[in-house]
């Protein structure tokens, strides 16, 4: 079983609509989580971090299950800039300094945003 | 403020060939990671620097793939012999994190990447 599993889409969203990712992550000893985009040819950038109180930033929600080992990211009124491949990212330490934290990272979810 | 810089961009090498590539981190970012990324799939750790120390390589491929940092600042990937597997684009990332801070969520920065094709 993989550590993070996505469903890799594609998701054709037309333009203003919401659409909902999710993710699980198999490795129960995982303290950080995040939201990473990647789009075309570039490389990821930081979307925002996950916390199990839920976070919103913007028109995007992310929301943690610890007990079911799964995250989400809402997207509202999505815009045409949104298309990207949305990664699911875990990472076993809560803080850096010094130890191992590496980020372990689903395969990604591919987003089109239709006009 | 200059991101994580990497050379080359793309190379394009035969089979069993060495190549090559170099990462200049953040200015006074301690972490350094190197990250592979096999086309439909997400980032691999391969290596984690802290200052010019390994702390985690347990996914390097250690037959082939060598990787070091010196001075603590600059870091060379090196494969030797390529194989077509090992075609990918290789990302590295730096990070603020210091050994020994306190809680620091440690935003990890990315580079373009080296887009390696092995023929």
């Known amino acids: 079983r993989k550590e993070v599993e996505q469903d890799p889409g594609p998701f054709n969203v037309p333009e203003g609509a919401t659409v909902a990712f999710n993710c699980t992550y198999s490795n129960s000893a995982s303290q950080s989580f995040f939201w990473y985009r990647q789009d075309c040819r570039k490389e990821p950038k930081l979307l925002m971090s996950v916390y199990s109180s839920g976070n919103e930033d913007g028109r995007f929600t992310a929301q943690l299950n610890r007990a079911s080992q799964y995250i989400s990211l809402l997207i509202r009124d999505s815009k045409l800039s949104d298309s990207a491949t949305y990664l699911c990212?875990?990472?076993?330490?809560?803080?850096?300094?010094?130890?191992?934290?590496?980020?372990?990272f689903g395969k990604g979810t591919h987003l089109i945003i239709q006009p | 403020e200059a991101g994580v810089a990497q050379s080359p961009r793309y190379k394009i090498i035969e089979k069993r060939q060495s190549v090559a590539f170099w990462c200049n981190p953040i200015s006074g970012h301690a972490t350094l990671y190197w990250y592979q990324q096999i086309l439909g799939q997400g980032p691999k750790l391969l290596i984690q620097f802290q200052n010019n120390g390994v702390v985690d390589d347990s996914q390097l491929p250690k037959d082939r793939f060598s990787a070091e940092r010196l001075k603590g600042v600059d870091s060379t990937l090196k494969i030797q012999p390529a194989k077509l597997e090992d075609s990918a684009v290789y990302l590295c990332a730096s990070s603020l994190a210091l050994a020994g801070g306190p809680g620091i969520m440690g935003e990890q920065f990315f580079g373009p990447g080296t887009r390696l094709t092995v023929l």
């Open positions: 990212v875990v990472k076993k330490s809560m803080y850096s300094g010094g130890g191992a934290d590496g980020l372990t």
